[in-house]
Nanobody, 124 residues
């Protein structure tokens, strides 16, 4: 099973940027879809973005489209979420996830490996 560790969260002012990283262990990392999800206080887990094994195809939630960019470097067993033009409503714990998934999906139930999460706080 792939193990995931997120980093890069923090406190930023509205309009600022952060880059989240997800480090993966396991030689099958490069074969599967990866996703980012987030959970804000008092809210349900929310899909943010997904990327296919090659990095050529991505999917974004409408709320982040045009502001966030999901990329991956299979040679480094790593994935990244570049977050620009951050808004207070982006405040949440962000999780990267993967599983034996070969097509893009937004359903968290498809993802079987999860990181511990990294806190992103955007001040107004």
């Amino acid at each position: 099973q792939v193990q995931l560790v997120e980093s890069g969260g923090g406190l930023v002012q509205a309009g600022g940027s952060l880059r989240l990283s997800c480090a993966a262990s396991g030689r099958t990392f490069s074969s599967y879809v990866m996703g980012w999800f987030r959970r804000a206080p008092g809210k349900e887990r929310e899909f943010v973005a997904a990327i296919d094994w090659s990095g050529a195809n991505t999917d974004y939630a409408d709320s982040v489209k045009g502001r966030f960019t999901f990329s991956r470097d299979n040679a480094k067993n790593a994935a990244y979420l570049q977050m620009n033009s951050l808004k207070p409503e982006d405040t949440a714990v962000y999780y990267c996830a993967t599983g034996m998934i070969y097509t893009l999906t937004r359903d968290f139930r498809d993802f079987t490996s999860w990181g511990q999460g990294t806190q992103v706080t955007v001040s107004s």
